[in-house]
């Protein structure tokens, strides 16, 4: 018999793709969102929606009762940096108490699994591939957020004997994508020909992964034994550079891309590089980030070019 499953932020950028997995996989699939970022057109027909806040705790507490879940996948939260530095309650609110709120509706009849989507941002600030054994020390606001969910979720596994497990997902790049960060910026002006097309921090190395990958490896870990880890990276392992990026859609188009730093988007702190060791989600699940860089970005170049 198929599990029941419901995806929190399942309308949305990672979800949205999440869903279609477990759709095809054959589980039955709920999806609570309140749409301000995702989209209703973005979810499988056959997947249910529930259109709804987090924060609003009665109406978490009833959707909970009457789905009663077999498994949780949380990813609802508000992870773009620039947007989370800028209202800092906000973000606290929604990416760490509707987190609580969520987990005291499960807690009256808690699933047999919950993932929580973290993020690489928990690590601290160094260069070189981060493992999961490197103690958390956030260099931003939205790492704290993250970190504290993470520990919510630790409580909670401790109190209900659920089997929790954390994804730290690190940067997802992608259809769908709903916030301005880095990709959807430069492809966007791309299309739009903007000359020069206006950048922030070019040096800044990330591990960018697909999403359609990302959405594979989430899946992956709903089926683990419980005897595996319970924390995981999901990265490519792989480091590109912002002006990497552009070189890249050079490439692609076979015209060379006119760049101009704007102040305005400059960011005074940046991590130097946030990259991914993968090996553990690798060895558990046999995982591996398949789709190149390069095809990403002509997939989305040419699908803007077209739009």
């Not at 039955?28 to 987090?54: C, I, M, N, Q």
């Not at 969520?102 to 941002?121: R, Y």
């Not at 994508?177 to 002006?189: D, F, K, M, W, Y």
């Amino acid at each position: 018999m198929p599990r029941h499953v419901l995806v929190t932020g399942g309308a949305g950028f990672i979800g949205s793709h999440l869903v279609e997995r477990l759709v095809t996989a054959g589980e039955r699939t709920s999806v609570v969102d309140d749409l301000s970022r995702g989209r209703r057109a973005w979810l499988s027909p056959e997947a249910e929606l529930h259109k709804l806040d987090l924060r609003d705790a009665a109406a978490v507490q009833q959707a909970v009762e009457q789905l009663s879940p077999d498994v949780v996948v949380h990813l609802a939260a508000m992870h773009f940096i620039p947007a989370v530095e800028g209202a800092p309650e906000l973000a606290r609110v929604v990416n760490v108490n509707s987190t609580r709120i969520l987990l005291e509706a499960l807690a009256a009849k808690p699933p047999e699994l919950l993932l929580f989507a973290s993020t690489g941002a928990v690590y601290p600030d160094r260069r070189g591939p981060i493992a999961e054994t490197c103690p958390p020390r956030p260099f931003d606001l939205y790492g704290r957020t993250k970190l504290q969910g993470e520990r919510m979720v630790a409580a909670f596994a401790a109190s209900t004997g659920t089997r929790c497990i954390v994804a730290r997902i690190f940067n997802v790049i992608g259809r769908r994508e709903t916030n301005s960060h880095v990709v959807p910026e430069l492809v966007g002006q791309l299309r739009r020909k903007r000359v020069p097309v206006l950048l922030g921090n070019l040096e800044p190395r990330r591990d960018y992964t697909d999403v359609l990958d990302v959405s594979e490896a989430l899946h992956s870990l709903l089926s683990l034994a419980r005897n595996a880890a319970d924390t995981f990276n999901v990265g490519s392992g792989r480091s590109v550079s912002v002006d990497d990026l552009v070189r890249i859609c050079e490439r692609i188009l076979g015209s060379p891309i006119e760049v101009e730093v704007e102040p305005g988007r400059l960011r005074t702190r940046d991590r130097a590089e946030l990259v991914a060791d993968p090996r553990l989600l690798r060895e558990a699940t046999g995982w591996e980030a398949e789709r190149p860089l390069k095809d990403t970005l002509a997939e989305l170049l040419a699908e803007t070019a077209a739009s």
